[in-house]
């Protein structure tokens, strides 16, 4: 698609990644493989200076100046402002993306996880596909893991029901629901359609008009981890369309909150009962 629809004569984009003790190794390969995509964009899009905030929620333990050492020749030759926000602690996902909210005036800002590694491609295909479609506010990516399988960041409306099955049921007993999963999930999406019409979109790679994103506040703080991604994909929905784009390709290494031990399941919970109280209770029947 990238090749084939006209372009703006000037872009601006940011991009902020909510990092929390991230191994650096990890950090790094986020970092290269932005700047490459923003390397390969350069070659079509004439780029204004992009700013990349890094927003580090460790208590005690900053990400390593070495990082922005080993990144700043590049980062200066590509115009982009490599920026380290550390010092107000674990605030939470959502309330660290927004302390750059009031920093912006790009046309597009990216919201990443520091566990997400791009395609080359990725930011081209991006911007070239917003810019077609007009009355779409974000975009979710075609991601995959580690290993390759696909992982399904398009979501809809979650039963509770559904969340316990996906979440903390066996997989024995997740098998006989797996129609039920496959829906919620979106599996329908293909590597090569493009929908519009999707509900709820992961926060691990939101690519969002910057006038979009300001205008409904960010994300909501109450949520400290867990479905703020969800409640802004309904708030910013509102605005326009959400889209899933195939050709914006990714790889996601990030687990599911039930594996990472009784802390996460307490904040899973609690930010879902958040969520269902906000936006309405559906127990068993999946949308």
């Known amino acids: 698609m990238a090749n084939l629809v006209p372009t703006k004569p000037s872009i601006s984009l940011s991009i902020s990644v909510v990092c929390y003790n991230s191994p650096p190794d990890e950090v790094k390969q986020l970092l290269e493989s932005l700047l490459n995509a923003i390397l390969y964009l350069g070659q ?3 780029l204004s200076v992009t700013p990349i905030y890094l927003v580090d929620n460790s208590d005690q333990t900053p990400l390593s100046l070495d990082i922005f050492a080993e990144f700043g020749a590049l980062c200066t030759e590509l115009k982009v402002d490599l920026r380290h926000l550390h010092g107000q602690g674990n605030v939470g996902y959502g309330q660290a993306h927004n302390l750059v909210l009031e920093r912006l005036d790009s046309d597009y ?3 990443l996880n520091p566990d997400v590694v791009l395609e080359e491609a990725a930011l081209l295909e991006a911007i070239s596909f917003i810019n077609y ?6 975009l979710s990516p075609n991601a995959k893991d580690s290993s390759g399988t696909k992982q399904y960041l398009c979501k809809r409306y979650p039963s509770v029901f559904t969340l316990l099955v996906r979440g903390f049921f066996p997989e024995f007993l997740r098998s006989l629901f797996r129609k039920r999963l496959a829906r919620y999930e979106m599996h329908e999406l293909d590597e090569k ?3 519009e019409d999707i509900p709820l979109v992961s926060g691990c790679f939101m690519f969002v008009r910057t006038e979009a994103l300001k205008e409904v506040g960010g994300f909501d703080e109450f949520y400290f981890l867990y479905f ?3 409640d802004l994909s309904i708030r910013i929905g509102k605005l326009g369309k959400i889209a899933y784009a195939p050709n914006v390709r990714i790889v996601h290494h990030g687990g599911n909150a039930a594996k990472k031990g009784f802390r996460h399941l307490k904040m899973f919970i609690q930010s879902g009962i958040r969520f269902f109280n906000k936006h309405g ?6 949308s």
């Open 44 to 46: 079509s899009q004439t």
């Open 109 to 111: 800002h990216l919201i």
């Open 133 to 138: 479609k007009r009355g779409i506010v974000m």
């Open 193 to 195: 359609e493009v929908s």
């Open 228 to 230: 703020e991604d969800f």
């Open 281 to 286: 209770w559906q127990l068993f029947k999946q």
